[in-house]
C-alpha cells in the first residue's frame, strides 16, 4: 500500500528510484572510505548550484507505520503529520545547508584576511569556576579520578579533537547581555572559544601562556589550520544532513554483546558473534533493496573508497562469509551487509518506510588504539549512537571517555545495558549504572526512561523468554522513535548547534580585531601626523644644516690659509733677525755661515709649525662646531667620531722644507755686486777706488789719482802708481774681509728668499696646512650628512610603513566590522530554526 521513500541517487549507481535526483557527482578521491553510505552518495559537489528551494523529492503517498489495524482517518491524520513532518525537516535541511553554505564563504574570507592581516588571537583564561560548579564544569575529572593505576585512557587513546556541535552547551551569546564584558584583549575575556579553540598544549605551559609567547604568525597559521578544520567539519556536517539515510552507530567495549544486539535489531543471525573478541573491522548492514535485492557482503579493500558500482572497490561475497571477513583486518576496511528485511515496514529498522537506516557494528572499544580511534572518527557521520555496555563489566574508561565525547555532539545517547540475564541483583546494578551514567552524560541519565536500556540480546532472536524480548521491544521501539520520528533533531540538531557556537566564536574573534584594529588604526594615525611634519622639517633641516657645515668648512679653512700665509711671509720676509750666530774669526767665517743658514731655515720651519698649530687649534673648534651642529639636529642619531687632532700634519710635514737647499758659495761672503765682479777689468779699479777712498777720504779714484799727480807731480806719482795699487787693493781685500760677518747673512737670507719665491713656498705651505683642515673636517661633515641621510629614509620608510599599515588597519576595521554584524545576524537566522516543530505537530 505504501510507496517507499528513497533518497536520491545517481542513475548510474543501478537500482532506479522513483524520486531520485537529476545528477549527482562522484565523490573526491580525498573523501574517506566510509563516506559511502551505500545508500548512494548523499551530496555532490556542486550542492551549491542546487536550488535551495527545492526539498528533496517527497512520495505522493507516505508510509504509515501502523498496522492494518488502523481505521482510514486515523491512517489520515498520519499522513498528514508525516507530510508536515518531511516538510519541516526538508525546509530546516536546505536552511541549514544554506547557512553551512554562508558560514564556509564566511570563513574562507576570514582564511583570507589571515593571509593578509594575521589576527589576534586573546589568551583565554577563564575565572576559577565556583568551587560548587567546579565538578560539574569537569567531567574528566569524574572519569579520571578513581583509577590512578595507568595512563589515562585518554592518553593511551587519544581521541581526534572533535567540534562542538553540543545540545547541553547552549550558546552563550545571550549571557553577554546581562554582565559587562572585560576589556577586550585583556588576557582576561569574557569567555571561552568554542570551535575556533586553538590546541596549544606544549610542555607544562597553559594555552595562555602560549597564546602570549607564540609569534602573532604562529597564532595566524594555527588559527588557519584551525578554519581549515571548521571548513572540512561543516562539509562533512552538510554531506551529514543531505545524507537521507540515518545511521546508528553501534559501539561498546569488547564483547559487550554489540553483534548480538545488531542481530537482535535484525531479527537474525547476520553479524558474527563469538565469546572471543571477533569483530575487528566496521560492518554497516543495510537494506539489500539498495542492493538490487542481493543479500551479499561488500568487503571494502583497504584505501579503496566504495564505490557500489566499481567492483575493483570491494570483494563481493556471500553473507556466510561475514565471520571471516570480519577479522582480516589487515585486507578490508569494512563491510557492508546488504540483508533482507522481510519484516513489515512498522516492525522493520532497516526497511522501516521512512528513511533508509544504516545499522553500523563498530569493532570493540578496547581493541587497540588504531580501531578506537576510528571508532571516535565515524562519530562525524553518525546520527544516532547505540552504546552497549555490559551488564557485569560496567563502564571502562574508554568507554566513559566515548561517551563523554559523543554526548557533547549528539542529540540523542542510547545505553544499551546488555548481557541482563547474567546479572542477580538487577535493582542495584541498574541503580549502580544509572548512577554512572548520570555522571557521564547527565541529558542520557535525564531522559534514561528512553535512552537507557536493560535488555538480553541473546534471547530476542530465539524468543523463548517473552519478559526479554519484552523489554527488547520496548528499546526497539524508543530507538525506532529517535531514529524515525525525531531525525529532524538528531541529524539536523548538530549542523543547528555547531554553526551556532562557531558563529559566537567568529563573533568574538571580530569584536576582538575590530577593536585592536581601529586602536592600531588611531595609533598609526596620531603615528602619521607626527611622522610626516617631522619629515618634512628633517628635510629642510638638512639643506641648511649643510649649507651651515660646508659655511664652517670654508671659514675654517680660509682663515687657516690665511693665518698661516701671514705667519710664514712674516718669518720669511725677516728671516736675516733669525738667531744669530756667534762670531768666531774671518778664519771660522764658513763656519758661521752655515750655522746662519740651518738657522735661518730653521726659523721658517718653525713658522711654518707654528701655523700647523694653529691650524690644529682652528680645525679643534670646526670640528666641534659641526659635532654640535649633528648633535643638535640628530640628537642620539648622530655618532660623533673620535678625533685625533695630534694625527694631523703627520704625514706630510713640511715636505717643501726638505727641498730648500740653499747651498753656500764663495759670493755669499762678500756683499758685492756679482755683475761687477764678472766684470774683470773694473775688479782692481773698484778695489782701488773703494780702498782709496777710504785711505783717502775722496770719492773717486780719479779724483785721487788726479790729487796725487799734483802733489807728487807726473814724474813722482808714475813711481808711486804701483805701490798705490798693491796699498788700494791690500785696503780692499782688508775691508772686504772685515765685512764677511755682515755679507754671510745678508746674502744669505737674499738667496734663501729667492729661492722660496722659485719654490712658491709660502703659498704651497698654506695651502698644504689648509687642504689638511678641509680633509679633517670632512669627517664630521661627512658624519652629519650621513646622519641626516639616514634619519630622513629612516623617517621615510616609517612613514611607508604607516601608511601601509594604515591602509590594511582600516581594511581590517572595516572587514572585522563587516563580519561582526554578519555573524551576529547570521547567528540570528540559525538560532530561529526550529527542529522541534514538525515532532510537536
Ligand atoms: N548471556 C548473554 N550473553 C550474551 C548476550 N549478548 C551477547 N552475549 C554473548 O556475548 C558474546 C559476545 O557477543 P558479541 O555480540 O560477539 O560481542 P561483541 O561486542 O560484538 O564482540 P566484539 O565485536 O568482538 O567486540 C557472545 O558469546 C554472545 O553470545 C546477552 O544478552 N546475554
Not at 541517487?9 to 537529476?22: C, I, L, N, V, Y
Not at 578496547?366 to 546520527?383: K, L
Not at 623617517?795 to 551576529?824: D, Q, W
Amino acid at each position: 500500500m505504501s510507496q517507499r521513500y528513497y533518497p536520491a541517487e545517481s542513475s548510474s549507481k543501478g537500482a532506479k528510484r522513483p524520486f531520485a535526483r537529476a545528477s549527482r557527482t562522484t565523490p573526491a578521491p580525498s573523501e574517506p572510505a566510509f563516506s559511502d553510505s551505500g545508500y548512494g552518495e548523499s551530496i555532490s559537489d556542486d550542492m551549491r548550484n542546487f536550488d535551495l528551494n527545492e526539498d528533496l523529492p517527497m512520495p505522493p503517498t507516505m508510509p504509515v507505520l501502523a498496522g492494518p489495524s488502523l481505521d482510514a482517518p486515523e491512517v489520515e491524520r498520519r499522513q498528514h503529520q508525516m507530510h508536515i513532518q518531511q516538510l519541516h525537516y526538508n525546509q530546516n535541511r536546505v536552511a541549514l545547508s544554506r547557512s553551512i553554505y554562508r558560514t564556509i564563504d564566511t570563513l574562507r574570507g576570514l582564511q583570507e584576511m589571515n593571509q593578509s592581516w594575521p589576527i589576534h588571537y586573546p589568551a583565554v583564561q577563564r575565572p576559577e569556576p565556583p568551587a560548587h560548579m567546579q565538578r560539574k564544569a569537569s567531567m574528566t575529572d569524574d572519569f579520571f579520578t578513581p583509577d590512578t593505576s595507568g595512563p589515562s585512557s585518554r592518553e593511551r587513546f587519544p581521541p581526534p579533537r572533535r567540534a562542538l556541535t553540543s545540545f547541553e552547551r547552549q550558546p552563550k551569546v545571550e549571557n553577554r547581555s546581562g554582565t559587562p564584558e572585560p576589556r577586550l584583549m585583556s588576557p582576561q575575556i569574557a569567555q571561552e572559544f568554542n570551535i575556533l579553540k586553538l590546541d596549544l598544549r606544549i610542555g607544562s605551559l597553559s594555552q595562555s601562556e602560549l597564546v602570549h609567547s607564540l609569534e602573532k604568525e604562529s597564532i595566524a597559521s594555527l588559527l588557519d589550520s584551525k578554519l581549515a578544520q571548521s571548513i572540512k567539519h561543516l562539509l562533512s556536517l552538510r554531506d551529514r544532513i543531505e545524507d537521507t539515510a540515518s545511521k546508528v552507530l553501534v559501539t561498546g567495549d569488547l564483547n559487550a554483546g554489540k553483534s548480538t544486539f545488531c542481530n537482535a535489531l535484525l531479527r537474525k543471525k547476520v553479524l558474527p558473534e563469538d565469546q572471543q573478541p571477533c569483530t575487528e573491522i566496521f560492518c554497516e548492514v543495510l537494506d539489500c533493496r539498495v542492493n538490487n535485492g542481493v543479500e551479499e557482503v561488500h568487503a571494502i579493500y583497504k584505501g579503496a573508497t566504495y564505490d557500489r558500482m566499481d567492483e575493483r572497490t570491494y570483494e563481493a561475497r556471500p553473507l556466510k562469509d561475514l565471520e571471516d571477513i570480519v577479522i582480516e583486518v589487515d585486507k578490508y576496511s569494512q563491510a557492508k551487509v546488504y540483508v533482507e528485511d522481510a519484516r513489515p515496514i512498522e516492525q522493520s529498522l532497516l526497511r522501516n518506510g521512512v528513511v533508509d537506516i544504516a545499522l553500523i557494528d563498530a569493532p570493540g572499544l578496547n581493541m587497540d588504539s588504531v580501531q578506537t580511534t576510528a571508532v571516535f572518527a565515524r562519530q562525524e557521520e553518525i546520527d544516532v549512537v547505540v552504546f552497549v555496555v555490559s551488564a557485569e563489566n560496567h563502564f571502562t574508561l574508554s568507554a566513559k571517555e566515548f561517551l563523554w565525547n559523543a554526548a557533547n555532539e549528539k542529540a540523542y545517547l542510547f545505553i544499551v545495558v546488555n548481557r541482563f540475564d547474567n546479572i542477580r541483583d538487577k535493582v542495584r546494578c541498574q541503580r549502580m549504572i544509572l548512577d554512572q551514567i548520570a555522571n557521564i552524560s547527565p541529558s542520557t541519565f535525564n531522559d534514561s526512561q528512553d535512552l537507557v536500556h536493560f535488555v538480553s540480546s541473546n534471547a530476542v532472536i530465539d524468543g523463548k523468554d517473552p519478559d526479554k524480548s519484552h523489554d527488547f521491544d520496548n528499546l526497539e521501539s524508543s530507538l525506532r522513535g529517535f531514529v524515525l520520528d525525531k531525525r529532524a533533531r538528531s541529524k539536523l540538531g548538530p549542523a543547528k548547534s555547531y554553526l551556532l557556537n562557531l558563529l559566537q566564536d567568529l563573533e568574538q574573534l571580530a569584536l576582538i580585531n575590530q577593536n585592536i584594529a581601529g586602536r592600531e588604526l588611531d595609533a598609526l594615525r596620531s603615528n602619521l601626523a607626527q611622522l610626516t611634519p617631522k619629515y618634512d622639517e628633517s628635510v629642510k633641516a638638512r639643506i641648511s644644516v649643510q649649507d651651515e657645515c660646508d659655511r664652517q668648512i670654508e671659514d675654517t679653512c680660509n682663515a687657516v690659509y690665511r693665518n698661516s700665509r701671514r705667519e710664514i711671509s712674516r718669518t720669511i720676509d725677516e728671516v736675516e733677525k733669525a738667531k744669530a750666530v756667534a762670531w768666531r774669526g774671518v778664519l771660522n767665517s764658513f763656519q758661521f755661515a752655515d750655522e746662519t743658514r740651518k738657522a735661518m731655515l730653521d726659523s721658517i720651519t718653525r713658522a711654518v709649525v707654528d701655523a700647523e698649530d694653529a691650524a690644529r687649534r682652528s680645525t679643534i673648534s670646526g670640528v666641534g662646531a659641526i659635532n654640535a651642529l649633528g648633535l643638535l639636529h640628530l640628537k642620539q642619531e648622530y655618532v660623533e667620531r673620535t678625533f685625533r687632532p695630534d694625527l694631523m700634519f703627520k704625514k706630510k710635514r713640511d715636505a717643501l722644507g726638505r727641498h730648500i737647499k740653499t747651498s753656500l758659495d764663495a759670493f755669499d761672503f762678500f756683499d758685492f755686486d756679482r755683475q761687477e765682479k764678472v766684470a774683470g777689468m773694473s775688479l782692481s779699479l773698484t778695489v782701488f777706488s773703494v780702498a782709496s777712498s777710504r785711505l783717502f777720504g775722496f770719492s773717486s779714484w780719479v779724483d785721487g789719482i788726479v790729487q796725487a799727480t799734483n802733489i807728487v807731480g807726473v814724474r813722482n806719482a808714475k813711481r808711486l802708481i804701483i805701490p798705490a795699487i798693491i796699498a788700494g787693493i791690500g785696503a780692499a781685500a782688508y775691508w772686504l774681509v772685515s765685512d764677511v760677518q755682515n755679507a754671510i747673512p745678508k746674502k744669505l737670507a737674499k738667496k734663501i728668499k729667492r729661492e722660496l719665491a722659485e719654490m712658491d713656498y709660502v703659498h704651497q705651505n698654506s695651502e698644504r696646512i689648509s687642504k689638511e683642515t678641509r680633509k679633517v673636517l670632512r669627517f664630521p661633515a661627512e658624519e652629519l650628512r650621513s646622519g641626516f641621510q639616514k634619519s630622513i629614509e629612516g623617517l621615510k620608510v616609517k612613514k611607508e610603513e604607516a601608511t601601509k599599515r594604515k591602509g590594511e588597519c582600516e581594511v581590517a576595521v572595516k572587514y572585522f566590522g563587516n563580519l561582526l554584524r554578519e555573524s551576529r545576524e547570521h547567528a540570528g537566522v540559525v538560532r530561529r530554526y526550529d527542529l522541534e516543530a514538525a515532532s510537536n505537530h
